[in-house]
């Protein structure tokens, strides 16, 4: 996207590179700034978007702008915002390598691999590869018998 992303997901997104990711579809681009300046908000960016339509302290109204506001957030892409924000695949594997690949020192400063780090890693890259699942269960079977005689 553009060579002055923001890194910081705090920092405001310009409006250039909302342009791009919203295709110019104004209303979208207009709904997700007011998003991000009412602190992630869907139902206050939607009754900022349409100021003096609706009264969020009526529960009527609430109710529409809610409904409405999270429609319209459906429509945001949020893996082109998250790559707008360096946090696209590339990022993401950069990671998970830096995480298996990692490393701690002792006192001494000698350095060595720091599985435990290193384990919670590898666990998602096999979940990532279907070689593991989220949950592994070990199964135990119990043959104790109980007689009532």
Known sequence: MSTTAPTDISVEPNTKDLKKIFNGDNELMMFFNEWWKAGRNSTKAY???????????????????????????????IFQVLVMYG????????????????????????TYPDHKTRKDYHDKLGRLLGIETANNVINVQNNNFISLD
């Open 87 to 110: 946090m696209g695949p590339e990022r993401y594997f950069k990671q998970l390598d830096d995480g298996l690949s990692a490393m701690k020192s002792d006192m001494t400063g000698q």
């Open 47 to 77: 009754s900022e978007l349409h100021k003096g339509e609706y009264d969020l302290t009526n529960p009527d109204d609430y109710a529409v702008c809610a409904t409405l506001g999270s429609r319209l957030f459906k429509k945001v892409d």
